[in-house]
């Protein structure tokens, strides 16, 4: 019994410390988790909060569109850590191929 009491102690907080490390969404963060983000800071997160505010982000176009100092690159390191818009990832636009 008291191996199965720590087994449940431990898959709990391993539960716990994986959901720690998910995403973070733009449309739902409070101030405290999205200054959690690296590269973020209070100066870019209260611009996101502003534009927010007006509405939900509907996508990062949308995003990188309403919220000043950012830009495709600045998206993907966002993304990489751990910020998503409407629930997704950012994904750079695919780059036109030059004709033959």
Known sequence: MRSLHRFLVVAAAALAAGLSF??????????????????????????I????????????ADFLRRVKGFKG???A??????????????????KAQAAP
């Not at 998910?22 to 611009?47: C, H, M, V, Y």
């Open 22 to 47: 998910g995403a973070t969404e733009a449309n739902l963060a409070t101030e405290a988790e999205l200054d959690s983000i690296k590269g973020l800071g209070p100066a870019s997160t209260a611009r």
């Open 49 to 60: 909060l502003q534009a927010r505010a007006q509405s939900p982000f509907k996508d990062w």
């Open 73 to 75: 690159s600045s998206a």
């Open 77 to 94: 390191r966002l993304s990489e850590a751990g910020l998503t818009v409407n629930g997704q990832s950012f994904e750079a636009p695919a």
